[in-house]
């Protein structure tokens, strides 16, 4: 009987293990609290590493990509051979020292893509405050380089502490998709194709837009755009209010009109 | 209003509204305390269903063995009552003590609802007392039939102390849309909270949820009985109990993904963006574990019918089907863990052009998974099937014509899933929605047909030899433990989802939770938090179960209906 029991409390005990086993190999993904950042005039170059750790390991979302081994460069560690991000920052473009480079991969990071890797990382900028993009780079730069972040590079904080809801461009950079008028870029820069098919592109959430130049007017497509809801479309009733309203704060002018051309003519 | 707003949320965030718990934390000590009460109840609503199915069919089938089932569970009901209490109360005095802001939230709105709940419990143990000591007593003729009735009574106290407390639960997760940070609790009327968005959809998937869970514990009883059995007799004795626990368990499994689905399409038309959290978000990968999970449960379902088929002298003739079978099972368990979105790793990406995987992304889509999934009910459904009919041959003159009515019914059925499955990729997600609807049509109406045609069928079918009850190897009895443990498993992972997708919400959207363990764990440690609750709550089922024993070796009586030979 005791062989019998033993074999039992195997078979539970394994199974368990298998399970919780398996549950630990999947990329963990936590979900954060959005987190307000208030770093004042006179805050440490250490309070923003502090910050900018906090944020890499926790609401940044940076560890759903980084640190895997394939899937983007490893920042924290080294990577083929040029050191860990702080090492290397200030080599990757001429002409750009560290922290300009950070910024830059952070907001636009399309603007210099690492070879050997897709444009996948997305548009910091459109997902945390100015403060916490700098407390990052801080962050990134004490990564085995200096930290030369000061507090005169932070933007004073406007009104309340920005806090994680989609800022607009993030430290007055110019528009999405570093202010590229190429309609396909904004496209997808903007993240239409999030939940917009368009051509062969994109998600099912909203309708399909590869004719819609067929079905709306250069006009109805603006407004469709600037205020998503007061037009909707035919069969999506019940998805009013998934379609983002701040797009008309975050296109420059002449991307607005480039994406309206761009999608008008799509008959 | 405003005012009001101000005292809550100033008293959220003071101090005051929250006290930690000591080593583990607040929230890991919630967590256990919930999730173990949850099993417990999950447990002791669900076997009563089956206490009384069981007694019915002792009633109106002339089938003692039935009876004396119905007996044995009841039994261990007792034990199990009085833990579900226990865990009940841990529960409360935790959440009373660690939370006490949002306790006094909850309770400003639900207050009536839980005095109700405590005099229904109350009453629930009562008639519990009398339908176990009753049962020798009123054994005869109407007598029998109101201690049935006592039976039928006691499922509904049950049901209606769960239906209580699932209106708390999903208020916290789907508030009516009326209900903001600005409302008073005390202004809330009761009704309104109770009847919100995913208040009957989670009724009824966890009603039909227990019942599964209550087979699932039965079965590994009476497989822990069988291994241990030191008689012929006994050891057929609990092979029929497991099998009976298996039946039932994966009856109602079969039906569960329609009311899973049902809650899923409840959720997103409450709030898109909390669809999207639970289905493609930070949780996309919590729905491959269950696809996994699911799977087991089929596969180890299954295979128990098949094993179990070397006991009915007949049914080598059906063999040969079963390999089918499993091909099918596998297939749709793979299909069915393909996630739709997922960041793929730079190598993919470069060869896939977007963030869609032109497999991952064809075989993700709903439509493909839709028609994995009931292409395995339809293969479980035909294992039935097979094992139903496999120590008899039918004598009714149309048995051929039968059965070939009922070959061309699993054919349609399957046809009609493939083709529209298909359909799905070529028309706008609104109306492939519509399609799984024709797709669960044609499944369940295929398994209501074929299963009448079968009964019919069977009229005095010639027997090609008695259920050799009892033979039956070791390894199928293992099946049925790891059943159980993945049963359970599941019903914790799956409480995790539900409260995950609240985020750092108490109530969402409403009441924000500002402690230190606001966010929302990943998998890994949540899984670690799981398999812990299950291990502490098969370690007490297993002591119950002993304890069981103990009082009375077992209610097994052999065949022959002499009185009790000594164990
Ligand atoms: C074959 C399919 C499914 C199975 C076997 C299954 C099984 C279960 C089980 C065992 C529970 C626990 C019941 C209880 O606590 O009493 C549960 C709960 C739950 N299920 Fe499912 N489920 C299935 C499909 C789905 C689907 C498709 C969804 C939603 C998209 C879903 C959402 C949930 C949620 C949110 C809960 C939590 C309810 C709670 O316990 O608080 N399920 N499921």
Redesign the pocket.
Known sequence: MWATNLRIIGIVLGTLALYTLIANKIPQVQSEVPHALTLGANVTPEQLVAAGDQLYHGAGGCTACHGLGTRAPNLLTDEKGLGPIGARCGKREAGKDCKAYLYESLTSPRAYVVSGYEPIMPEMGRILSPQQIWALVAFLESQSGTVDVTASDIPAASGPAASAAPAASGGGGPGIAGGSTEPMTIIRGAGCTGCHKVGTEGGAIGPNLTHVGSRLSAALIRECILKPDTRVAKGYEKFVGVMPKMFGNQLTGAQLEALVQFLSSQK | MAHVFALVQAAADSAAAYRDFPVIGSRAAIWIAAEIH?MFA?FVLGVPIFAVVAEAIGIFGKDQRYDRLAKEFTRLLLIAYSATAIWGAVFVFLLSTLYPRFWAYLTAIFGVSMWVYVSIFFFESFTLYLYYYGWDRWKQGRAKIVHWCLGILLNIWGTAVMFIADSW?TYMMTPPRDITPETSPASIKLWHAILNHTWMP?NI??LI??V??GGAIVGAYASYRFLAAKTDEERAHYDWMGYVGNFIAISA?IV??FA??W??RE?YQYDQSMGIT??GGFMSWLWVI?AFL?AV?FLAGNYYLWVGMGRIPGAERFRPYTKWLLVVLVLGALVWGTPHTMIADSRELAAMGGSHHPLLGALGVMSAKNTA?NLMILSTFLSFLLYRRANIRQVVPWAKTGTRIQAAMFVIAAGVVLFFGIRGYFVEAIVRIGYSVYQVGAVLACIVFVTVIDVLMARGAQSLGAIQWGKMPPRSQYALFILAVT?TW??GL??F??SGIRQHWHVWQVMQDTTPYAATPALGYAAIMISTCVLIFLSLVGFIFWLGGLAEKSTFVPSTEAPHVGH
């Open positions: 949850l999950a639960l989670i998937h966890r949820g227990n599964v869970f499994l569960l993904p899973g689905y809650l899923g959720i639970m289905m269950q699911i449960l999934v049963f599941l019903m799956m409480g989802a539900r």
